[in-house]
């Protein structure tokens, strides 16, 4: 059977990307220059990871589950998905590694150690931030994708219990952890694999449980309370909110705004711009991408002195808008080829 394409999903995919470019704007200008960029109203932009971890579990959920049902060889899934994130991934690692050769001052001192790099180019969870630093969520998503390709190997129902216990032993421990019966051990692998953003991909998996089991009522109103809740959330973190749950915070809003919005897509006609679709199909790209052009942009705004000619406020808007423009770019030119020419030979292959 095939699943239509959900557009308006793509649209919120770019839009949680346009808001952790605008995150790291806003700590571009704190950290740099000392000012308070737009009073700091996007400095919740990060939480657009936990949007992007929603809507992952949405996606392979809506796009696998007969996999798992039917007892799917896994191989064609794996494929998929490593296609998916690492060609283009190594390009833009590949891409800083040399900037990093040619001007090693600009390395932090683990980004030097083949330890680091390894790991990096790997998406190997680490004690410190990958080569590129938004890679983080790479390695999350990698292990979420790892896990469904396993219930897709054991299949039928052994597949979603696997699924249901992972997701019951996060929730002990995110529970745990909320309520201060039980602290995670400090060591980082223990922290990724029970970190409580992993229930996010759990979360976009029951999103599209119901959405392709019956007929979500309300899907609008559904969709609209989600994208409130969310921004309210964000705004509650920019000016001084402590967050002690970001599944409940932001994760649930992501739960209601993406059923909402893929139920009434996929239950009626709506028109969408298709230039908000390009961003979001642009998305991973401008994501890739977006801290390596923010510091080249501002150290050439530097160099020029527009950064003090300018009104500060436009200048870091202007960086930022040049930074999505890049990452599109990057897209257009690498990612987009690169996939189709991968995704060509690899059929060629299959007699």
């Known amino acids: 059977m095939k699943l239509k394409k959900i557009n308006s999903l793509q649209i919120y995919r770019g839009i949680a990307a346009v808001l952790v470019v605008l995150f790291h704007a806003t700590t571009y200008s704190q950290e740099k220059l000392s000012r308070p960029f737009l009073n700091n109203i996007f400095l919740f932009g990060y939480t657009g990871v936990d949007f992007f ?19 799917q060889p896994v191989t064609p899934y794996l494929a998929k998905r490593l ?35 390894v790991a990096s180019v790997l998406l190997i969870p680490q004690a410190n931030l990958p080569i590129i630093g938004a890679a983080w969520t790479l390695s999350y998503e990698l292990f979420f994708y ?22 019951l032993a996060l929730l002990c421990f995110a529970v745990g952890e909320v309520m201060g019966i039980r602290s995670l051990p400090e060591h980082y692998l223990v922290q990724f694999l029970l970190n409580e953003r992993n229930l996010e991909f759990i979360l976009g998996c029951f999103s599209a449980y119901l959405v392709m089991r019956s007929r ?35 994760g649930i809003p992501s739960l209601l705004l993406i059923t909402g919005s893929a139920s009434l897509e996929l239950q009626s006609q709506v ?8 961003l979001g199909d ?4 401008i994501y890739l991408t ?14 020029l002195n527009w950064l003090t000619q300018l009104n500060l406020s436009l200048s870091v808007a202007i960086i930022a808008c040049l930074t999505i423009l890049g990452g599109s770019a990057v897209y257009q030119l690498v990612e987009r080829p690169l996939l189709s020419l991968i995704r060509t030979r690899r059929l060629a292959q299959v007699p």
């Open 290 to 303: 977006q801290g390596m052009v923010i510091n080249v942009l501002s150290l050439l705004l530097f160099r």
């Open 216 to 250: 979500v009522a309300y899907p609008r109103l559904m969709a609209l309370s989600g994208g409130i809740l969310f921004l309210a959330a964000g705004l509650y973190v920019s000016y001084g909110g402590q967050v002690p749950s970001y599944t409940v915070f932001f």
């Open 53 to 71: 971890f929603v809507l992952s579990g949405f996606i392979i959920f809506y796009a696998h589950a007969q996999d798992i049902r039917t007892h």
């Open 83 to 117: 296609i998916r994130i690492y060609p283009i991934y190594w390009f833009v690692t590949l891409t800083k590694l040399v900037i990093l050769l040619c001007v090693p001052t600009l390395a932090k001192s683990y980004e030097k150690q083949i330890s680091t790099i």
């Open 282 to 285: 642009a998305s991973y790209s």
């Open 146 to 167: 790892l896990l469904f390709g396993l219930a897709i190997w054991l299949g039928g129902r052994w597949g979603f219990y696997l699924l249901g216990a992972w997701s």
């Open 271 to 278: 028109k969408l711009a298709k230039p908000l679709i390009f």
